[in-house]
């Protein structure tokens, strides 16, 4: 198979933290799963990490500094794209670290959300704080969602950036979004849904396990 690839930026394809990659598969596809649509695309964290920037959708923003674990696009009902970037952080940074992360979406522009997973709302307040330094971010366009709401509700989790009240995940989307995401997701199949809920919850208890050993 390889010898018939061409152009692959690096090797591999295997998941490297198992538990990280499932979030954000159940964050970014979700119940958009089991559909295709030409209003939505989908770049994944792995194939940003194997192809070359030319190889991928011209959308695409630049990832040199700093890869998103997924990017998203959106064509409106207007014809216009609409990019979501998504972050999956289980495991809370320092302050400083997340600094490079502000700098980094404050010259994306293009990017309309960027959907944080956060362990827990101290998670929260400790990015905000890491994004509020910098002037030049909008604080309205990055929406943080709690780890444990998601594994318990999955797209209808809350959203927290500062909204009164707050929508959930999948309101959010569709809001800044305007395109088939709720026609789409609305009729998605029941056990699609059991069946991410189920397996997030066995991942949560494999997790915490894992962490209690260490």
Not at 36 to 59: A, C, G, H, N
Not at 107 to 120: A, G, I, R, S, Y
Not at 138 to 146: K, P, Q, T, V, Y
Not at 188 to 195: A, Q
């Amino acid at each position: 198979m390889k010898n018939g690839l061409d152009g692959i930026k690096e090797d591999g394809f295997a998941s490297e933290a198992l538990w990280h990659d499932y979030l954000t598969v159940a964050f970014q596809l979700g119940q958009l799963a089991p559909y295709k649509s030409q209003k939505i695309e989908i770049v994944t964290e792995q194939e940003m990490r194997r192809y070359f920037k030319t190889d991928l959708p011209y959308w695409v923003p630049n990832t040199d500094s700093h890869r998103p674990d997924g990017f998203t696009k959106f064509v409106t009902n207007e014809n216009q794209n609409r990019i979501v970037a998504y972050e999956v952080e289980i495991s809370t940074k320092t302050p400083e670290r997340y600094d490079s992360l502000a700098q980094y979406y404050t010259k994306l522009q293009q990017v309309e959300l960027v959907f944080w997973l956060v362990k827990n709302i101290n998670a929260v307040e400790i990015i905000q704080k890491s994004l509020a330094r910098h002037r030049e971010v909008r604080m309205n366009r990055h929406c943080f969602i709690l780890l444990d709401d998601f594994l318990n509700n999955f797209w209808e989790a809350k959203t927290y950036n500062g909204q009164k009240p707050q929508v959930s995940y999948i309101r959010a989307l569709s809001a800044s979004c305007p395109t088939d995401v709720l026609c789409l997701s609305s009729p998605c199949p029941d056990g699609l849904v059991s069946d991410f809920l189920s397996n997030l919850a066995k991942g949560r208890n494999h997790y915490k396990k894992m962490q209690n050993r260490k």
